[in-house]
T-cell receptor, first 113, second 115 residues
Framework: AQSVTQPDIHITVSEGASLELRCNYSYGATPYLFWYVQSPGQGLQLLLKYFSGDTLVQGIKGFEAEFKRSQSSFNLRKPSVHWSDAAEYFC???????????FGAGTILRVKS | EAGVTQSPTHLIKTRGQQATLRCSPISGHTSVYWYQQALGLGLQFLLWYDEGEERNRGNFPPRFSGRQFPNYSSELNVNALELEDSALYLCASNTGLAGSAGELFFGEGSRLTVL
C-alpha cells in the first residue's frame, strides 16, 4: 500500500529566503507523485507532478521538485519565498491511473516579513 | 471554465441526523472523488465514481455513501452522523480512468459540523 510522510508539520521562513519541503513516499512500483497547495478556506491546487522522465520537475508559482528514487523522496523547493506562498502543502502518491491518491499529513508554511 | 463546485459551503447537523453534500465536476470530467479532511487527520480518500459507477472506496463505514448522476454530478450522503464526522469534505474531478493519472481538480469543500 502507498504511504506518504511529510516530516515537518510547520515551517517558518523569511520572505525572500529559499524553501524546501520534504516528502518521502512508500510504493512498490514506479510512483506518480504530486504536490498540492491549499490556501486558507480554499480547495487544493496542483503545483506539479512527476510521472516519469526528467527527475526535476517544474511547477506553477516558481516551485520545483526533485524525484530521488534511491531516497524515496520528492522534495519541493522554491528559491525565493513570497508572503503569498503561506499555505498548507500536501505531497501525494498515486497509482498508474491516479485514483485514490494518498496524501501526506501536510506542511504548514508560514512566511515572516 | 467553471471549476468544481460544491454545496452547501457550510452545514450544521446534530448527532444521528443525515447530511447530503453535492458536487458538480468540471465540464468534460467523468470522474468524481470525495475526500474527508478532518482536523489532525489529513486528507482521507472516501469514494471514487466514474461513469456513474463506484470504482473505489476508502476505509470508511457503510453509513458513508454516494452516487453519481448521468450528468456526472455527485452526492455524498452521511447517515447517523457522529461527532467525529465533523470535517471539510472535498470533492475533486478529472477525466477518468486513463490519462488523468492523479491530476485532481478540487472544489473549495463543504464544511460539516456535527453538534
Amino acid at each position: 500500500a502507498q504511504s506518504v510522510t511529510q516530516p515537518d508539520i510547520h515551517i517558518t521562513v523569511s520572505e525572500g529566503a529559499s524553501l524546501e519541503l520534504r516528502c518521502n513516499y512508500s510504493y512498490g512500483a514506479t510512483p506518480y507523485l504530486f504536490w498540492y497547495v491549499q490556501s486558507p478556506g480554499q480547495g487544493l491546487q496542483l503545483l506539479l507532478k512527476y510521472f516519469s522522465g526528467d527527475t526535476l520537475v517544474q511547477g506553477i508559482k516558481g516551485f520545483e521538485a526533485e524525484f530521488k528514487r534511491s531516497q524515496s523522496s520528492f522534495n519541493l523547493r522554491k528559491p525565493s519565498v513570497h508572503w503569498s506562498d503561506a499555505a498548507e502543502y500536501f505531497c501525494a502518491v498515486g497509482t498508474e491511473y491516479g485514483n485514490k491518491l494518498v496524501f501526506g499529513a501536510g506542511t504548514i508554511l508560514r512566511v515572516k516579513s | 471554465e467553471a471549476g468544481v463546485t460544491q454545496s452547501p459551503t457550510h452545514l450544521i447537523k446534530t448527532r444521528g441526523q443525515q447530511a447530503t453534500l453535492r458536487c458538480s465536476p468540471i465540464s468534460g470530467h467523468t470522474s468524481v472523488y470525495w475526500y474527508q479532511q478532518a482536523l489532525g487527520l489529513g486528507l482521507q480518500f472516501l469514494l471514487w465514481y466514474d461513469e456513474g459507477e463506484e470504482r473505489n472506496r476508502g476505509n470508511f463505514p457503510p453509513r458513508f455513501s454516494g452516487r453519481q448522476f448521468p450528468n456526472y454530478s455527485s452526492e455524498l450522503n452521511v447517515n447517523a452522523l457522529e461527532l467525529e464526522d465533523s470535517a471539510l469534505y472535498l470533492c475533486a474531478s478529472n477525466t477518468g480512468l486513463a490519462g488523468s493519472a492523479g491530476e485532481l481538480f478540487f472544489g473549495e469543500g463543504s464544511r460539516l459540523t456535527v453538534l
